[in-house]
């Protein structure tokens, strides 16, 4: 990469991952409220029987989410891609398919739950011959079911609407959600005591509000997704919406499988310490009450992780379109700074206050706080190394290594989770939360052997990148000119071709220069040219300043009399004359042109 000691090489990088980054902690934190609104009030008002009542119904929010993430958020990522590469009606039909089939999901469920919840309920380890949790298990899981619809839409809406340049909007809805979900939690449950009712109604309330304030993304400016294109979009060849699907999925599988893994991991605990409650080895209703209380603590934790892991995908999916790889391995080191700082920080501030985090949680008797406290401190111990990698999958998700996630879901939920949780339930399950640090330290040491592998594949011939940054200072246009002449002599492309790349360099920084820039301090543009087999010459062209597009400049001959606004135009109109296909958007709040040339 060529770098200009005043331009800031990685200004515009670091600020696209902060803009998606800084809206998605706070989303995070709300998030996590959200997630442990019901445990908290109902185990502070009702204690350890409604508490192990959640954790028996929390599978079912599990199931959700693999559905919604499958959907959601491999959509999100094609989504980016798509309209990266400028197949914005492909985007919408994509689209148009992904939300269809998550709203009939949702209304499977919700049958399912008018129907048949005491199935359902039996199939989570829940029985009669527990007749106060069988009731608070019923209580809490019916209207669950029933509501199947709005919890689904609404994590399949917000990928969608923070990958189609709202992530503010979605950060908004998710944190109004958050809060409202603790707040009529304090509320219904606390106040009004309704119990584990007052909980699950608090939930569905939350989640509609948030779907709706994600909706009026349909009708904004911002971003391909508005209602009526949706609705209007004309039908292109099937086979490649097929396709578009298929790959969402194929994207979404690693964190749709990592939920399932984390429904049979979670299922095959509860069933491990009821059946050793009832055995007489522990009490057995205490310990699914402590392993819930974990549980929430994992609720409060991994958002922050996949907040960040989240924030890096659009960044990633778009410098992996543009085959800048130099910006890639700067959001993932930037990505990970992040996310393992902030959650480790939190891990030891929960620790600390383990003692008070277990009686706010209604486990205030001596007996429970001796199971609950050394329980939460070792499983903390864990966390680092999971957070860490959920980063890397994410963000492999992002840049076409689907099979590298999935492997990197399996490792982190299914093996060595499971085989050592199985293992220490069987013999020591007074002992089970031991069965964490070294099934997660083990896993993320694979996972990084195994990323180390793949990419020492994948660099073997890479595509040939030249990369520059420069500020808004017009000298430094001509040294980047010249830098250009200098990488198509290298790269032995014709003369005449190498002067056409020029030219686009040339003019389109030069008109951004003088129409969008005002001369104030950071102001950056990055250019960015990639050789791809054909040959086919793909210039992108990114500036931090506000909405600007060239391509809506009057173009018109020249002639003697012609206003200096116009003649400023004629430079776009030669270089869309000379390119194959030229293309504008606005994402992340950054102008990005797409000129390509055959």
């Known amino acids: ?17 902060m803009r998606t980054l800084i809206p998605g902690s706070v989303s995070a934190l709300a998030l996590g409220l959200s997630n442990i609104a019901d445990a908290l009030t109902v185990g502070i008002r009702i204690g350890e029987t409604a508490l192990a009542a959640i954790g028996i119904v929390t599978p079912i929010y599990l199931i959700f989410n693999i559905l919604a993430l499958s959907l959601g958020s491999g959509g999100g990522i094609t989504h980016s891609r798509l309209t990266a590469e400028g197949k914005n009606r492909l985007a919408l039909l994509h689209f148009r398919r992904a939300a269809l089939w998550a709203l009939g999901i949702g209304l499977f469920f919700s049958l399912l739950g008018g129907l048949f919840p005491g199935l359902v309920l039996r199939l989570l380890s829940a029985g009669e011959d527990y007749p106060e949790l069988w009731a608070l298990c019923l209580d ?15 994590v399949f809406l917000y990928y969608f609407v923070k990958n189609d340049d709202q992530p503010r909007l979605a950060a908004l809805a998710f944190t109004v959600g958050g809060v409202l979900d603790l707040s009529l939690n304090l509320l219904l449950v606390l106040i009004l005591n309704l119990g584990v009712r007052g909980a699950i109604l608090s939930t569905i309330i939350a989640q509609a509000v948030s779907l709706i304030l994600l909706a009026t993304h349909f009708f904004s400016r911002r971003g391909i997704l508005h209602l009526r294109d949706i609705l209007n979009a004309q039908p292109e060849d099937p086979r490649q919406v097929r396709a578009c699907l298929a790959g969402s999925l194929r994207s979404g599988a690693s964190s749709s499988l990592s939920i399932v893994f984390q429904f049979g991991s979670q299922l095959m605990i509860n069933h491990l310490l009821m059946d050793a409650g009832r055995q007489g080895r522990i ?3 205490l310990y699914v009450a402590v392993f819930d209380l974990l549980l929430n603590i994992a609720y409060v934790l991994q958002p922050i992780y996949r907040t960040v892991g989240e924030s890096m995908q659009p960044c990633a999916a778009t410098f992996s379109v543009e085959h800048d790889r130099e910006s890639l391995r700067f959001i993932r080191r930037l990505g990970l700074r992040f996310g393992l700082g902030e959650g480790v920080l939190l891990a030891a501030l929960i620790a600390a206050f383990a003692g008070p985090i277990s009686r706010l949680f209604g486990l205030r008797l001596p007996e429970q706080m001796a ?34 996630a999935i492997q990197g879901t399996f490792l982190r939920d299914a093996v060595p989770r499971i085989p050592f949780a199985l293992a220490a339930g069987l013999l020591w399950p007074e002992s089970i939360w031991w069965a964490f640090l070294p099934a997660e330290a083990l896993a993320a040491g694979i996972f990084l052997l195994l990323q180390r592998r793949v990419e020492r594949q994948s660099s073997l011939q890479p595509l040939p990148v030249f990369r520059a940054a420069l500020t808004n200072s017009s000298h430094e246009l001509g040294d980047v000119v010249n830098q250009v002449a200098e990488f198509c002599e290298a790269q032995g492309i014709p003369p005449a071709k190498a002067v056409q790349l020029q030219l686009g360099v040339e003019e389109l920084c030069a008109v951004t220069l003088q129409k969008a820039f005002s001369g104030q301090k950071d102001e950056y543009i990055q250019v960015t040219l990639v050789v791809e087999p054909g040959p086919r010459y793909v210039l ?23 206003e200096s606004s116009i003649m400023d135009s004629i430079g776009v109109m030669m270089v869309r004359r000379q390119s194959r296909h030229m293309e ?15």
């Open 1 to 17: 990469m060529r770098r200009n000691k005043d331009a800031g090489p990685w200004r515009i990088p670091r600020a696209m991952l």
């Open 140 to 154: 809490y899981a019916r209207p669950l079911l029933i509501a199947s619809p709005v919890l689904i839409l609404n």
């Open 283 to 285: 009490p057995g209703d």
């Open 371 to 404: 199971v609950a406290v050394p329980a939460i401190r070792i499983y903390l111990l864990s966390t680092p190394f999971a957070g860490l990698l959920l980063l890397l999958v994410l963000y492999d998700q992002a840049v076409r290594h689907p099979w590298l």
């Open 540 to 562: 992108h062209i990114r500036d931090s300043a506000p909405f600007f597009n060239p391509l809506d400049l009057k173009m018109e001959k020249a002639r003697k009399d012609m």
């Open 584 to 598: 504008y958007r606005n994402y992340q709040g950054f102008n990005t042109l797409t000129v390509i040339y055959e």
